[in-house]
């Protein structure tokens, strides 16, 4: 288990490792970096799948060294 902060609004939230393969997506948010369905509803659709996708590609590196969600992902 691991504490991280939300790359939207700076909230600590709680990572179980198996987050990762979850398919509930609000246990999947959270490999992404995002703590809660509030913070998830601020993404636009295509923001959300460029997040997925550079996760899926390269992990969740950006998660781990804290880098906040790119405006141009937000809504």
Do not use: W
Not at 4 to 27: A, M, W
Not at 38 to 43: D, G
Not at 55 to 63: E, W
């Amino acid at each position: 288990m691991e504490y991280h902060n939300c790359r939207c609004c700076d909230c600590v939230y709680e990572e179980h490792p198996k987050d990762k393969i979850s398919r509930r997506t609000e246990r999947y948010d959270h490999y992404l970096g995002i703590c809660s369905p509030e913070c998830r509803a601020k993404l636009t659709d295509d923001g959300y799948q460029k997040l997925s996708i550079h996760t899926f590609l390269y992990g969740d590196s950006r998660k781990k060294n804290k880098v906040k969600i790119d405006k141009s992902y937000l809504k």
